[in-house]
Nanobody
Framework: QVQLVESGGGLVQAGDSLRLSCAAS????????MGWFRQAPGKEREFVAA????????YYADSVKGRFTISRDNAGNTAYLQMYSLKPADTAVYYC?????????????????WGQGTQVTVSS
């Protein structure tokens, strides 16, 4: 069982940067693949980025590729989503998710554990 807690959201202006954190409980964090998803009002939850347990394999949605970076500190049981050049279209609640295993998935239904979400609002 893993418990996830996101932090780092807030209100920023277009072009600004923000780093989200996802703190995980447990002692086997490196055994979990991690994903970041987001959900804007009136829209379905969408994939943003994902990483395998060691962080060596990462995947990004086309909409954030080149602007967002997923990383993880396995010793500190924390995953991060560094966001640069934010746009109003990035406004959403951001969730981190975890799945035990080595494969990385972009489908939200593949993830077993979810955080409560953190709001990111980008003003124009």
């Amino acid at each position: 069982q893993v418990q996830l807690v996101e932090s780092g959201g807030g209100l920023v202006q277009a072009g600004d940067s923000l780093r989200l954190s996802c703190a995980a409980s447990g002692r086997t964090f490196r055994s979990y693949s991690m994903g970041w998803f987001r959900q804007a009002p009136g829209k379905e939850r969408e994939f943003v980025a994902a990483s395998n347990g060691r962080g060596g394999s990462t995947y990004y949605a086309d909409s954030v590729k080149g602007r967002f970076t997923i990383s993880r500190d396995n010793a500190g049981n924390t995953a991060y989503l560094q966001m640069y050049s934010l746009k109003p279209a990035d406004t959403a609640v951001y969730y981190c998710a975890a799945r035990l295993g080595t494969f990385v998935y972009i489908e939200s239904r593949k993830y077993d554990y979810w955080g409560q979400g953190t709001q990111v609002t980008v003003s124009s």
